[in-house]
């Protein structure tokens, strides 16, 4: 299933995208919202299925509706840095011999269309696509990559913007540069496991100003989604509706020459991974 949420923020309704790929059918009738209680809930998620498969939901007009994030109360976003092997590659680190693990805060979630905010100050706002993953069982200390895979609900298109600056330049851990305020637009879908065989089998794009920036595939991963998902479970309990984004490909401006290309007030992002949907952001200045 591809389960999303439209309307203005804070007032989205819960809706399914059609098998057609364009019509979205109303799930607010069944559910109150996409969050991390419905994801654990098997029985909803059963009622969700057997509705839309005996055609009775009815349609949701979006024209001109906002799409928001599409899971609500978002409970942590753990990220994972420097997970590719090109992108690695790319800023000079040495490939890393355990995961990078920092957090963001959930209030940097948004919608996969909303505007993205250029801080006060920056100078060096970068874009990066990234697959989320999406939990939706508790999960701790698990054993196995299998066991993993059966701890995640779904999948969806993430952009961690950074700003590079605030991360590398100013002292202290990665978190100032990644969380200012619309730092992870998330979206438009959240693709359901069943939906996505193998997610290391996926291609991720970026464009900025129409200009083709990253085009990786999720099987350079240096750790793939499963163990990424096994190994922070032994730091920290992921519970459904948490998001772990698992890194990002080649690309990035923090990776070109000299004068590198950062990000200003104006310019437009888009990006996409293979199955999972598109997202587009004018940036502002904060």
């Known amino acids: 299933m591809k389960l999303l949420r439209v309307g203005t923020a804070g007032s989205e309704r819960p809706a399914l995208l059609d098998r057609d ?20 809930d098997e029985d909803a998620l059963e009622r969700i299925r057997s509705a839309a498969e005996a055609g009775g939901l009815p349609v949701l007009d979006a024209a001109g509706e906002r799409i928001g994030a599409p899971l609500a109360r978002v409970g942590k976003v753990v990220c994972i840095g420097l997970n590719y092997h090109d992108h690695a590659a790319e800023t000079g680190a040495a490939t890393p011999a355990e995961p990078v693990v920092f957090l963001k805060a959930a209030d940097t979630v948004v919608g996969p269309d909303d505007t993205v905010l250029v801080p006060r ?9 990234e697959l989320a993953v999406v939990i939706g069982r508790t999960a701790r200390c698990l054993e196995s990559p299998e066991d993993a895979l ?50 290391q089998a996926l291609s991720l794009r970026l464009w ?26 032994h730091f920290m309990t992921l519970y459904p509706g948490d998001v772990v984004n698992t890194g990002t490909p080649a690309g990035v401006a923090l ?7 950062y990000l200003r007030a104006g310019d437009v992002v888009e990006l996409e991974i293979e199955g999972l949907g598109r997202q587009r952001q004018v940036l502002k200045s904060a």
């Open 21 to 40: 790929g364009t019509t979205l059918r109303d799930l607010s009738g069944l559910v109150p919202d996409i969050d991390g209680a419905l994801l654990a």
């Open 150 to 199: 059966a701890h995640i609900a779904g999948y969806a298109v993430a952009h961690d913007v950074s700003e590079r600056e605030f991360q590398i330049e100013r002292g202290g851990t990665w978190d100032k540069g990644k969380n200012c305020e619309t730092f992870n637009p998330l979206g438009p879908w959240l693709v359901t496991r069943d939906e996505v065989p193998d997610p």
């Open 208 to 233: 900025v100003n129409g200009e083709l920036k990253q085009h990786g595939s999720t099987a350079d991963q240096i750790f793939p989604v499963a163990e990424v998902v096994r190994y922070v479970s």
């Open 121 to 129: 100050g920056s100078e060096k706002t970068d874009w990066e696509v």
């Open 255 to 261: 990776g070109q020459p000299e004068p590198k290309p």
